[in-house]
């Protein structure tokens, strides 16, 4: 790797299509789903040896049924979550980050620490040391963030305002049927994506109608 390159961090995220209605607001700042979480390149590997495997895995899939959604709130902010538990969901999202896995340099040891001191159970301190990222598998929870950290006396009022703009988009029957590889240059920089895989058998791309 070059020194300009040794900064780069990739990513895995769903990203629903520029014109679907859903994002018309929240796109401004960015509107995905982690499924990879951000991660450094292994030695030994390219950009161009991820985005072939990203291809390869890609081309194996079938759309991943989401369901209707919901807002709901997740810790101090709000996001768009699955009205109903998707057991297809967890194990899609648990073979993508096995099986991109090789290609994530380990954390640092003052980055492994420093998020060993947050507050996690153990399960999700296992996750942590073998696969770069706490919330994955059994703690995955498929979301896309709407909103940054609200305080809790305008929860109320920030629900509201969600559940209005987003009733007309709730009851659709939601589906994954492509997923997108982001990077960032530096710790300073925006993600910005870089390439879009769609799967086998997807009809267009992106957030869609099942």
Not at 104 to 118: F, G, I, K, M, N
Not at 136 to 154: P, Q, S
């Amino acid at each position: 790797m070059t020194r300009q390159s040794i900064g780069r961090r990739y990513a895995l995220y769903y990203t629903p299509i520029p014109e679907h209605p859903l994002i018309a607001e929240p796109r401004r700042y960015g509107f995905h789903a982690t499924l990879k979480a951000p991660f450094h390149l292994a030695p030994g590997t390219s950009r161009q040896e991820l985005e072939s495997a990203i291809r390869s895995f890609a081309a194996s899939q079938r759309p991943c049924p989401i369901g209707p959604t919901r807002i709901a709130t997740l810790g101090s902010f709000f996001a768009l979550m699955p009205r109903a538990t998707a057991p297809y969901l967890q194990s899609f999202a648990s073979r993508i980050v096995t099986e991109i896995d090789r290609f994530r340099a380990q954390l640092t040891a003052e980055h492994l620490q420093r998020r060993l001191r947050s507050r996690l159970d153990e399960a999700e301190k296992t996750h942590l040391v073998q696969w770069g990222y706490p919330y994955v598998h059994d703690r995955f929870r498929f979301h896309m963030t709407l909103t940054g950290e609200v305080k809790a006396e305008d929860y109320g009022s920030v629900a509201q305002q969600l559940e209005r703009q987003f009733a007309p988009l709730l009851d659709e029957d939601f589906r994954i049927d492509a997923i997108t590889l982001f990077e960032q240059e530096n710790s300073e920089c925006d993600f910005f994506a870089v390439s879009r895989f769609e799967f086998q058998h997807s009809r267009g791309g992106g957030l869609s109608n099942a």
